[in-house]
Structures are given as C-alpha cells and as structure tokens.
C-alpha cells in the first residue's frame, strides 16, 4: 500500500509590528496608492527586539505540536526553509529544534528562496513516503526586514516577517502530498540575489558603504519570469493529475505580487474567491507566505479538498505541489 506524507498539523507566527504604507510613504519617495495598485500590500510586520528568524519557526512550530498534542520528542526531522537564517551557520533549522525541545531529531535548512517552503515539504515528505520518519516538522521562516534596505522603494515595500509550519506524517488514504513539479535556473541569479557575504564576496568594509549585503532585485525582469513560470508550472500539475479548475478548491499560492497571482489563477481558470490571499496584510514573507496561507485559511478547508500550491523567487526557483487535504 503506498504511504503518502499528510499535513496533520498547521501552525504560524505573525510580529506585532505592523509597518503600513503610510509609514513607507515618510521613508522613501512612494505612495500608499502605487504600493496597492502596483503589487495589492497594504501593511507588513516586522520582527523587532534583537529576535531572529528561528524564534518565529520555533513559535509557529510549538503552534503545530500544540494543535496536534504531541511532545517534541516525537519529531524525528525539523527541515526549515529560509534564506534570512539567524547565522551562516548552524542551519536556522538545528536552532529551532532545540528551542522547541526536539530532541530525538536531526535538523537542516532549505535555501530556495521564495519556493523554499515547497521545496522543503516535497523533500520532508520523502522521509515520509519512504517510510524513513513518522514525524516530520517543516517549517518557513524569514525575517526579510534584516535584509532590506528601507532607503530603496524598490524593494522595501513588498517584503515582510512571518513564519508558519506544518507536520508531516504517514497515511495510506488517497491524501497528502500527491505531486510535485519542482524546477531550477540558477541563471537567474543576477536578477534577485544578496551580492556580498558569501564566498564570493565576503564582507568587507567595502561592501557594507556599498549597501550590497541588503537584497538586490531588478523588479520588472523578476516579474516577467515569475509571472509565466509560476503559471505555467500550476498549469501543469494540473494537466498531469487531471484536475479541472472545477476539482481545485484553492490555489495557494506565494504571496509576492497580487498581479503574479491573479495571471497564475487566470491561466487555472480558477475565480478569485478560489485563490488564498493575505499579501495586504502581510506582504511578501518569501519563505513564509504559502504556510502562512494554510494556517489562516484552515477552517474552510475540508478532507479530501484538492490544493495547489505554487511559488517563483529567487534563484531562479519555482514550482507547485499538489496537496490533497487529509485534515
Ligand atoms: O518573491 C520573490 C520574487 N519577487 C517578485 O516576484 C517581485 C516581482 N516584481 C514586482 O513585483 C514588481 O516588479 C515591483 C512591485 C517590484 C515593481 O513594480 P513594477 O510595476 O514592475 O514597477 P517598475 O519597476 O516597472 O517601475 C514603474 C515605475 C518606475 O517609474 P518610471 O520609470 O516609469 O518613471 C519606477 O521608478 O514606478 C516607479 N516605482 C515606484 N514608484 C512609487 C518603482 N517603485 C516605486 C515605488 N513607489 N515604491
């Protein structure tokens, strides 16, 4: 009988802070008006206080065990998708395993950028299906404000901090993560990339007075890959597992840019009411975003509903992953 990975478990974490477009408007030479026609952001939050990126996966992660009622020790992987880590090294990932008390586990990070998340759970669900581990804790987490320069309206506008996560364990239903299309164009590496603080160009006194540790990204040549690749790859998953729009309940889809996400539910044929939304609220958490759906959209999911979701970012990467919920 073949085992499958289902979602038993949703969790997120949302700073108080909330940074609206009223507030952008007096930082950088924007308006609250072209910020929700350009990209449909209201406000995001920001992590404040000295915190780091794993104390927002370790906070929507005790949400998952708390909901599920198991202890930490249950888990046998904690993976965490995130770009904005809390160190080079170690991985955000072993951090937020000890904070929550997951001692039985082993722990890694997944850098995918904006589809990190779905990367992280095709690969934790792996674990599953092979029959490797019985709980596994996949967590997005970024803290995007560490890496933005609120001097550039470019950028500073769409980005934000959040976290969610989900547990991963075994069934033999019709459910669960049922496919996966996964791609990669490390070409696109030159449009959206952090330039100084790797081994390339380590960090220097010289590349902090050249802002080039903040988040580099040339907007227009991003949204032009994003917003045929993220389609065309929801598209596809469709056709492979013989959906019509009618048998989708919800494109969940990342949160970068509502005009990315209305071409993607347009080429699925899907109305607005069938697509998950929260960037006004939240804007874009990259890692974040798709998790952050599930957790508060849950209560009008129902088992057996059929979910894709889809992201594009930083990389390139992008893809979609076919969830049939199991809740
Ligand atoms: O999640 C990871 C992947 N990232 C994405 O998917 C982001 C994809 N890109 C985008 O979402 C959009 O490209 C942006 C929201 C970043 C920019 O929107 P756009 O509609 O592509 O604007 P643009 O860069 O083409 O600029 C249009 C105009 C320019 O002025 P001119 O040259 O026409 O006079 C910009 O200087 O808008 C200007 N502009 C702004 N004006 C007010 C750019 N940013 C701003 C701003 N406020 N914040």
């Not at 937020?96 to 997944?110: C, L, M, P, R, T």
């Not at 976290?163 to 791609?183: F, K, R, S």
């Not at 490390?186 to 050249?210: D, I, M, P, W, Y």
Request: negative net charge; proline residues 2%.
């Amino acid at each position: 009988m073949k085992i499958r990975a289902a979602i038993t478990a949703v969790g997120g974490y949302l700073p108080d802070y909330v940074l609206n477009n009223e507030e952008l408007e007096k930082m950088v030479d924007t308006t609250s008006a072209w910020i929700t026609e350009r990209t449909g952001i209201q406000e995001r939050r920001i992590l404040k206080n000295g915190l780091g990126t794993s104390f927002m996966g370790a906070q929507a992660a005790q949400e998952v065990l708390a909901k599920r009622g198991i202890g930490a020790d249950e888990i046998d992987l904690v993976i965490c998708a995130t770009v904005t880590g809390d160190y080079k090294f170690p991985a955000t990932a072993n951090l937020i395993a000890d904070a929550i008390g997951a001692v039985n586990s082993w722990s890694f990070d997944v850098n995918a950028a904006c589809s990190g998340f779905i990367y992280a759970l095709t690969t934790g669900s792996k674990f599953i299906e092979t029959g490797a581990h019985k709980k596994v804790l996949v967590v997005g987490a970024d803290k995007m404000s560490s890496m933005i320069d609120y001097g550039d309206r470019n950028t500073c506008i769409i980005f934000g901090d959040g976290a969610g996560a989900v547990l991963l364990e075994p069934t033999t239903e019709e459910a669960g993560i049922m496919d996966a299309l996964l791609q990669s164009d490390g070409s696109g590496c030159k449009h959206l990339f952090q330039a100084a603080g790797g081994a390339r160009k380590e960090a220097s006194v010289r590349t902090v007075r050249n802002l080039e540790h903040y988040v580099y990204q040339e907007g227009k040549a991003v949204f032009k890959f994003a917003v045929t690749n993220m389609a065309e790859v929801s598209y596809q998953i469709m056709q492979r597992n013989g959906l019509s729009s009618d048998d989708v309940k919800f494109l969940v889809p990342h949160q970068a840019n509502k005009r990315i996400i209305d071409a993607c539910a347009q080429r699925m044929g899907l109305p607005e009411e069938k697509v998950m939304l929260n960037i006004q609220k939240y804007g874009n958490t990259t890692s974040g975003t798709i998790p952050l759906c599930l957790w508060e959209y849950q209560s009008q999911l129902q088992k057996g509903d059929n979910l894709v979701l889809a992201a594009f970012g930083g990389g390139f990467t992008w893809g979609a992953v076919y969830v049939k919920w199991a809740l």
